[in-house]
């Protein structure tokens, strides 16, 4: 069975699509797009109607791209409050050889969290700590033997309502969620599990927010979202070079650079501001500008982790949109020294910070399905079909016809 999914992702800014192919256990994105967003601003859906029609558009934009339709996602969930709960679960082992089976890791991740979440709360993820068979530990039971099954599980649930009206929008737009996620999750998928040993934080840079994530030993234990991001910067720059939205933040993604380090008073952008003026901006006097709101929103952050943890902090590592302003690294490491370190995503069709948590999601998902032994494929035998045959019609130059060319040339 080939290893296709897709992840869904709704900002402020933009709606991301990421359709990705596991070979081998390695990620190939298929495509990777993303629209601008309407409807939905400050983790809040304010125009349903637009939202479902901004969802459909990308869709069907990488539908065509792909040459099949996608019609079941993953979905991340930006909720702005999480509740965690640290359960444990047990299941008998019944099969004939007493080995561990892939429903056992399923039944006891139930069993841990039957019961566990109140009533106004809905599962996001139920996280397995550490499994144990009969005495012996081990975070990959499968196939182990013994007589019991136990789970040491970490639940993160949020409110009902607001996790139900994201899955309706994206239902009305046709698409099937599969699963939900965390968003802070997903993030921490993209980057090395040498961390899993330590305690650190995981912030994600976005338009109108900005998350924070603590992770320990590599698990989820608590997050917050804070309604701040790149949207601030452009605010800024709007204001104070009289200029409509659309150049502010036109002047943050081109020409404003994260640090004044490198900033040039020689480099000039000329620009009509929103009276029809002629204006010069200098890329110094932008720049000090962003840095400075930057490095609030980073303070803040900061804040925001030694509140949400007691515990001694050994990486931060700082992703999502807003990180692709040139130099960014220089204030994160500015702000935060030299344990943090800038998330980059970097992968053949999809070089861009925001999509941090659709291939996160992705990656997640690929090893939550290993650790169950569960084999999923979102699209159909007729659309692998058409993608297989299809690959072979497209140019050279498409991202297809690149990933299925040098598949099917080996
Ligand atoms: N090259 C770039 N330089 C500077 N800023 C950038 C660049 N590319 C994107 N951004 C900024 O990053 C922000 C978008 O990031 P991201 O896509 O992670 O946000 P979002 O998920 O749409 O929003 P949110 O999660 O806050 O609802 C925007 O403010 C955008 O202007
Ligand atoms: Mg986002």
């Known amino acids: 069975m080939r290893n296709i999914y897709s992840a869904l992702d709704i900002g402020s800014d933009s709606i991301k699509l990421v359709c990705g192919e596991f070979i081998h256990g390695k990620l190939n994105v298929l495509c990777a797009e993303k629209t601008y967003s309407l409807g939905y601003q400050n983790n809040v859906i304010n125009d349903k109607d637009e939202l479902v029609s901004s969802i459909k558009k990308l869709v069907n934009e990488c539908s065509e791209k792909l040459g099949f339709n996608i019609r079941k996602v993953l979905l991340s969930v930006p909720v702005t409050y999480t509740d965690f709960y640290y359960t444990e679960g047990k299941e008998e082992i019944t099969s004939e050889d007493y080995k561990v089976t892939s429903d056992n890791i399923i039944n006891v991740l139930k069993n841990a969290a039957r019961g566990n979440i109140p009533a106004n709360e809905e599962l996001i993820q139920a996280i397995p700590v550490m499994f144990r068979v009969d005495s012996e530990e081990s975070k990959t039971p499968l196939g182990l033997k013994g007589e019991n099954l136990y789970v040491k599980a970490m639940l993160v649930a949020s409110d009902k309502r607001f996790i139900y009206e994201f899955i309706k929008v994206v239902s009305e737009a046709g698409i099937e969620v599969v699963d939900i996620m965390h968003g802070a999750l997903a993030d921490y998928a993209n980057f090395d599990t040498s961390l899993d040993s330590k305690t650190g934080a995981l912030i994600n840079l976005g338009n109108t927010s900005t998350s924070v994530g603590i992770f320990s030993k590599g698990i989820l234990i608590n997050s917050e979202i804070l309604n701040l991001g790149g949207y601030e910067l452009d605010r800024d720059i709007g204001l104070k070079y009289n200029l409509k939205r659309s150049d502010a933040k036109m002047v943050k993604e081109k020409f404003a650079l994260a640090s004044v380090k490198n900033a040039s008073n020689k480099e000039q952008m000329k620009l009509t501001d929103k009276n029809g003026e002629n204006i010069i901006i200098s890329q110094r006097d932008v720049s000090e500008l962003v840095s400075n709101r930057l490095k609030e929103v980073l303070k803040l952050a900061k804040k925001t982790i030694n509140h949400l943890t007691k515990k001694e902090?050994?990486?931060?590592?700082?992703?999502?949109?807003?990180?692709?302003?040139?130099?960014?690294?220089?204030?994160?490491?500015?702000?935060?020294?030299?344990?943090?370190?800038?998330?980059?995503?970097?992968?053949?069709?999809?070089?861009?910070?925001?999509?941090?948590?659709?291939?996160?999601?992705?990656?997640?998902?690929?090893?939550?399905?290993?650790?169950?032994?569960?084999?999923f494929c979102m699209i159909t035998d007729d659309d692998i079909d058409t993608l297989v045959n299809g690959a072979r019609e497209v140019t050279n130059d498409s991202i297809l016809g690149k990933v299925f060319g040098y598949f099917f040339d080996n």
């Open 313 to 375: 902090i050994s990486y931060i590592i700082v992703t999502g949109g807003l990180t692709e302003l040139r130099d960014a690294p220089l204030v994160i490491h500015e702000e935060f020294g030299n344990k943090a370190r800038l998330g980059m995503i970097n992968y053949v069709g999809a070089r861009y910070n925001g999509y941090s948590t659709c291939i996160g999601m992705l990656l997640y998902f690929y090893s939550k399905l290993r650790l169950r032994d569960k084999e």
